[in-house]
């Protein structure tokens, strides 16, 4: 088995096709496996690092291994009840219910912190650690957390059901949070 390990900066900003495209442009130079198994490639794209020094990355092949699917990693997090095998990948109700604890917390920071997750939905522009200065919650994951598993979960999304709504999809359940 031949694992690559690639750290890589991918723009948010521009069009939801250009955001896509530049991540599909990335995967497509891939080397390939010779078989199933041992013989397979695996990558690990490093693609964010947040405030907690912690790492965001790609994994491939995904569970499902559909054409450039991928699954959404944070290094040293565990998603999983207690007692249940780790998950280090977090599915959309874990961010689902960790933005309602932060809109009990404060509604004004959840305000602030919804608007940065709607600059990502809408791929207005890149959103930085600057961003996230004000941003403190004493509840749930850090606030770039959200904003930067968000972005890699829509793209995800816009690559796995390309020809459908794509990150629409996981916007649906994220909208009437606001």
Same mark, same amino acid.
């Given at each position: 088995?031949?694992?690559?390990?690639?750290?890589?900066? #991918?723009?948010?900003?521009?069009?939801?096709?250009?955001?896509?495209?530049?991540?599909?442009?990335?995967?497509?130079?891939?080397? &390939?496996?010779?078989?199933?198994?041992?013989?397979?490639? *695996?990558?690990?794209?490093?693609?964010?690092?947040?405030?907690?020094?912690? *790492?965001?990355?790609? *994994?491939? &092949?995904?569970?499902?291994?559909?054409?450039?699917?991928?699954?959404?990693?944070?290094?040293?997090?565990? #998603?999983?009840?207690?007692?249940?095998?780790?998950?280090?990948?977090?599915?959309?109700?874990?961010?689902?219910?960790?933005?309602?604890?932060?809109?009990?917390?404060?509604?004004?920071?959840?305000?602030?912190?919804?608007?940065?997750?709607?600059?990502?939905?809408?791929?207005?522009?890149?959103?930085?650690?600057?961003?996230?200065?004000?941003?403190? #919650?004493?509840?749930?994951? &850090?606030?770039?957390?959200?904003?930067?598993?968000?972005?890699?979960?829509?793209?995800?999304?816009?690559? *796995?059901?390309?020809?459908?709504?794509?990150?629409?999809?996981?916007?649906?359940?994220?909208?009437?949070?606001?």
């Amino acid at each position: 088995m031949t694992e690559h390990k690639i750290t890589k900066f #991918f723009s948010n900003a521009g069009t939801r096709n250009e955001v896509r495209m530049r991540v599909v442009n990335v995967l497509s130079i891939e080397k &390939p496996g010779t078989g199933s198994g041992d013989l397979a490639s *695996r990558y690990t794209y490093y693609v964010e690092t947040i405030s907690d020094g912690n *790492r965001i990355y790609l *994994r491939r &092949p995904a569970n499902l291994h559909n054409g450039f699917d991928f699954l959404v990693c944070i290094e040293n997090y565990n #998603f999983s009840d207690e007692g249940k095998r780790n998950r280090n990948y977090p599915k959309h109700e874990d961010i689902v219910k960790d933005l309602l604890l932060k809109k009990r917390e404060s509604i004004d920071l959840y305000k602030k912190l919804f608007s940065l997750i709607e600059d990502t939905y809408y791929c207005r522009r890149d959103v930085t650690g600057s961003d996230f200065n004000e941003l403190k #919650f004493n509840e749930g994951y &850090p606030a770039d957390f959200i904003v930067k598993s968000l972005k890699w979960l829509f793209i995800e999304q816009d690559i *796995r059901y390309w020809n459908y709504s794509g990150r629409g999809m996981l916007w649906e359940g994220l909208k009437d949070l606001k």
